[in-house]
Nanobody, 123 residues
Framework: QVQLVESGGGLVQAGGSLRLSCAASGRTFSRYAMGWFRQAPGKEREFVARISGSGGTTYYADSVKGRFTISRDNAKNTVWLQMNSLKPEDTGVYYC????????????????WGQGTLVTVSS
């Protein structure tokens, strides 16, 4: 059974940067796509970014394109989300997710979720 553990959230000023990490265990990491979602207070969870099992293909929500970068290291069973030029509207709980297909992640059709890590961007 796959387990995902996020870390790296915190409080940052607008314009600053944070890097989130998600460590996976329980199955062959490289065979599965990974993704990040976020949920702002009072709003539904939304897709942020996804990456294929090999790391060769990435896709981003329009709201974060050019500011966020998703990457992975299959030898370390870890995926990261580098967040630059943060805005107050980026505030929320960020969740790591995994699925067999990258396209499934974007639909929210995932096999497992992490517990989430809180990102707060102050203005």
């Amino acid at each position: 059974q796959v387990q995902l553990v996020e870390s790296g959230g915190g409080l940052v000023q607008a314009g600053g940067s944070l890097r989130l990490s998600c460590a996976a265990s329980g199955r062959t990491f490289s065979r599965y796509a990974m993704g990040w979602f976020r949920q702002a207070p009072g709003k539904e969870r939304e897709f942020v970014a996804r990456i294929s099992g090999s790391g060769g293909t990435t896709y981003y929500a329009d709201s974060v394109k050019g500011r966020f970068t998703i990457s992975r290291d299959n030898a370390k069973n870890t995926v990261w989300l580098q967040m630059n030029s943060l805005k107050p509207e980026d505030t929320g709980v960020y969740y790591c997710a995994t699925a067999r297909l990258s396209s499934a992640i974007q639909r929210g059709d995932v096999d497992a979720w992490g517990q989430g890590t809180l990102v707060t961007v102050s203005s």
